[in-house]
């Protein structure tokens, strides 16, 4: 009998994520699945449930919980000798890997896709010794996610991000960042930098248009020094889909980068706190197979 685990965090989906499980359960045990349900209790449970997933050699993992309970997954994931197929069931504030690849935002819909025997292959990012599906942010806006609280995540979804990225805009400051990517190499100041892997970040589906789950590059921003004025331009930019096209903006996409700096900066990996500079990053090209209509 093919099997298949649920790793569920009940604290998201403002704490209804158990609701969903037996509606998961029944429809993959019509399907012929034997079920197994893996319930995080604290910080990368989910990481070492896929793993057991992995070395007993499931079918399905189906992630039922926010990008960050999805990144924990795809980390017990990546690199692994067998690979289970993976499904996603978005119950987080923002859900941008879900966003990405058309995975219905509202969990019945998402739930119903695991009728379906369709996957889609997706690149993986590494990013040092760790793993992520979405971006990563280094600069004042990025840090400024760190101060978005559970209670205006719950409250306001995407909009939270928004708005602490607007009070930094108000207190902007410049990083020195030395960027290197294949034979090249890019130094200045930089109010942001980006390496999108997917169309979606912090809710905002135009920032990185280009960019497609399976393409097999890092779709990459750097924000350089700009006024207020300017910076006003480049947020229009990127709700209208333009940042590539900015004056202020230095586009490329690149399939592995190393990013350091003189200043101490910490980075963003698909919305938590990651390593310090200096950092590696490159894409794992089409890695793992995600269930899709």
């Known amino acids: 009998m093919k099997q298949a685990m649920i790793i569920v965090n009940p604290s998201s989906g403002k704490e209804d994520a158990v609701d969903?499980?037996?509606d998961i359960r029944s429809i993959l045990a019509n399907k012929g699945y034997e079920v197994q349900v893996s319930q995080t209790e604290k910080?990368?449970?989910a990481t070492k449930y896929c793993q057991d997933a992995c070395k007993n050699e499931f079918d399905l993992v189906v992630s039922l919980g926010g990008d960050g309970t999805l990144n924990e997954t795809v980390n017990g994931m990546v690199d692994q000798h067998h690979r289970p197929k993976l499904g996603i069931i978005?119950?987080?504030?923002?859900?941008?890997?879900a966003r990405a690849i058309n995975v219905p935002l509202d969990p019945k819909k998402a739930i119903e896709i695991l009728h379906s025997d369709n996957t889609r292959s997706v690149d993986i990012g590494r990013f040092n010794d760790r793993y992520f599906v979405n971006i990563i942010a280094i600069g004042s806006v990025a840090e400024a996610i760190y101060e978005v609280t559970p209670e205006e995540k719950?409250?306001?979804?995407p909009l939270a991000y928004m708005l602490e990225g607007f009070k930094t805009l108000t207190h902007q400051k410049e990083y020195q960042l030395k960027i290197e990517h294949g034979d090249q190499t890019w130094e200045g100041e930089s109010f942001l930098f980006l390496a999108a892997l997917t169309n979606s970040t912090a809710g905002f589906e135009k920032l990185a248009p280009e960019a497609e789950v399976n393409d097999g590059v890092l779709h990459c921003y750097i924000i350089k020094k700009v006024n207020m004025v300017r910076l006003s331009s480049i947020v229009?930019?990127?709700?209208?889909?333009?940042?590539?096209?900015?004056?202020?903006?230095?586009?490329f996409t690149a399939q592995n980068l190393h990013v350091s700096s003189e200043?101490?900066?910490v980075t963003n990996v698909d919305g938590e706190e990651g390593d310090p500079l200096?950092?590696?990053?490159?894409?794992?090209?089409?890695?793992?197979d995600v269930i899709v209509e």
């Open 20 to 22: 969903y499980v037996e």
């Open 43 to 45: 910080e990368l449970d």
């Open 90 to 97: 978005p119950l987080g504030t923002v859900n941008d890997f």
């Open 278 to 288: 200096p950092v590696s990053i490159d894409v794992k090209p089409a890695h793992i």
């Open 263 to 265: 200043d101490k900066l």
């Open 154 to 157: 719950t409250k306001f979804g």
């Open 236 to 251: 229009t930019s990127i709700l209208r889909g333009h940042l590539k096209d900015d004056d202020d903006v230095d586009y």
